[in-house]
């Protein structure tokens, strides 16, 4: 069964930092590139960061870029995500993403 858990998410004030986590199983994970998606109260979901299945290639939409950190480790089917330089629209539930399924999400507030 494909199961993808994601952790680290709580309330931070703008300009901390957050680093969440995604740890999967049920499939190879090694074998496929991943993403993080978010959806902020109200709005539909937003792509924010993606990586190809051996860890050497990343991208990042344009609102995260050089603050968002996307990595992983293969041998122990982890995902993660660095979040430096918050903004309060950064808020928003963060999913771990594959080709197959969506994680449960973690919610990320950035307020003071």
């Known amino acids: 069964q494909v199961q993808l858990v994601e952790s680290g998410g709580g309330l931070v004030q703008p300009g901390g930092s957050l680093r969440l986590s995604c740890a999967a199983s049920?499939?190879?994970?090694?074998?496929?590139?991943m993403n993080w998606v978010r959806q902020a109260p109200g709005k539909g979901l937003e792509w924010v960061s993606g990586i190809n299945s051996g860890g050497s290639n990343t991208s990042y939409a344009d609102s995260v870029k050089d603050r968002f950190t996307i990595s992983r480790d293969n041998d122990n089917h982890m995902l993660y995500l660095q979040m430096n330089s918050l903004k309060p629209n950064d808020t928003a539930v963060y999913y771990c993403?594959?080709?197959?399924?969506r994680g449960q999400g973690t919610q990320v507030i950035v307020s003071s």
């Open positions: 993403e594959s080709p197959l399924s």
């Open positions: 049920g499939f190879r994970f090694s074998y496929y590139g």
